[in-house]
């Protein structure tokens, strides 16, 4: 076996086998196969797909590549939640300790950002002093003792993803169907997750563009769920403008602060709000009515908030300085109207070049930079109102001028949730 033949077969449109895939994940993590050669390995994949037998070979052998927790000992009422990837999405930053402060125990591997979007472990780390890196043993003391522990993928969990992941973000190859579904299963099959809501983004802002491909990534998610003993839930939203109005690094912590302290309310809240209700409704095995009064009152009576605190505290992290960038620029309207569109793609690009995200595999986040936007769809503009504002050390020219759309009529149908697939 050799790997130029495997790139040809799948550059032919051919299927892997189950011993190709092996030969492919082995070899690359002992670093017979290099980055260049897998990085046109998985175009070949973006380009020509992966059946579900592929998919399921790849899952397997990326989550058998490296550490398995076992999260028993925690109990039943243990659920993770994952997202594909948005622009501004920093719920699982407001989900866990809402969760947490439910009764539901929380032992979250999260990412670092990937292409356009932002990643859980980058918005963590722009708190000063928070480790990001717990080990083992830590991390599952700090599930026991206080219900809520948020890690990077630090042990040698899915190591093979761990690498395949980092190539992926700089080679263009993160927009595909099998190799998003096999990133994500590969490390809960590791971690050891029972339970599972999956928060599956579609829109211009996301890894999945249409509700189709969205569809069938939840159906994969869910059957590989199914092989693995994992019970899935999966909930499709649209991620065509961003989720919040902040995007950045510290600029997200300081949204996830006016969520769960300020009361601020908005789609992401309501997101948030759905999201913990049905990993409070699976956790503790009570019906989604229930869960979601539970959820609201966590919220209310700032349970949440003060867990939120806690999970900071433990993991050492300082929230009174977080970084703030010395320049802002403002962006301005000049048209009136009602607000109908904000390109989620564009201002995700636009945050990595302010700083805040990555386009080289060795670039270091500037964690203060990013952008606020300022104004909600179907708000009314006026000609010279602010849009936006920027946060960066860098020089800015040349702000695209089609990020908003304004018109005379609002927008009439603006769903967040498009779907829930169990
Ligand atoms: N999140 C992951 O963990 N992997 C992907 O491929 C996309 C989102």
Redo the contacts with the bound molecule.
């Keep these: 076996m050799n790997i130029i033949d495997i790139i040809n077969k799948k550059r032919m449109k051919q299927s892997l086998t189950d011993e190709e895939i092996k030969y492919v994940i082995d070899n690359y993590l002992s670093g017979v196969i290099k980055d260049y050669q897998m990085s046109s390995l998985l175009m070949a994949i973006v380009l020509n797909g992966m059946n579900e037998e592929e998919t399921y070979s790849l899952t397997k052998y990326m989550a058998n590549s490296g550490d398995k927790l076992d999260l028993n000992f925690l109990g039943d009422n243990v659920v993770d939640k994952?997202s594909?990837?948005g622009v501004g999405d920093k719920t699982t930053l407001i989900v866990a300790p809402i969760v947490a402060s439910c009764g539901v125990k929380v032992a979250k591997m999260s990412?670092r950002g990937?292409g356009h979007t932002g990643g859980t472990i980058d918005k963590l780390e722009s708190i000063p002093g928070l480790v990001v890196n717990l080990e083992k043993e830590r991390f599952l003391n700090q599930v026991n003792e206080i219900g809520v522990a948020i890690t990077s993928q630090t042990e040698n969990i899915a190591l093979a993803d761990k690498k395949i992941?980092a190539l992926r973000d700089v080679t263009g190859t993160?927009e595909s169907i099998p190799?998003?579904a096999s990133?994500?299963m590969s490390?809960k099959i590791a971690l050891g997750t029972k339970k599972l809501v999956l928060d599956i983004k579609v829109g211009k802002g996301a890894?999945i563009k249409n509700l189709d491909d969205a569809k069938t990534l939840a159906n994969l998610m869910i059957n590989i769920g199914k092989q693995n003993n994992i019970k899935v839930v999966c909930i499709l939203t649209n991620m065509d403008i961003p989720l919040g109005n902040n995007i950045g690094n510290s600029l997200e912590i300081e949204e996830v602060i006016d969520i769960l302290k300020e009361n601020k309310q908005g789609s992401l809240t309501d997101l948030c709000i759905e999201i913990s209700s049905q990993m409070v409704s699976l956790g503790l095995n009570i019906d989604y009515q229930q869960a979601k009064e539970k959820v609201l009152e966590s919220l209310s009576s700032k349970k949440a908030y003060n867990k939120f605190l806690q999970l900071i505290e433990y993991q050492e992290g300082s929230l009174d300085k977080l970084p703030k960038a010395n320049s802002k620029y403002q962006i301005k309207s000049i048209t009136n109207g009602y607000l109908i569109d904000i390109d989620a793609y564009k201002l995700g690009v636009l945050s990595m070049h302010l700083g805040a995200g990555r386009e080289n595999k060795e670039d270091k986040i500037d964690y203060s930079s990013g952008i606020i936007i300022h104004k909600n769809i179907n708000d009314y503009i006026n000609s010279g109102d602010v849009l936006m504002t920027l946060y960066t050390d860098k020089l800015i020219t040349n702000i695209d001028n089609t990020i908003f759309k304004i018109s005379s009529n609002k927008l009439k149908n603006n769903p967040l949730i498009l779907d829930i697939i169990k």
Excluded: A, D, P
């Design positions: 994952h594909t990837g990412g990937l992941y993160v190799l998003i990133s994500i490390k890894l």
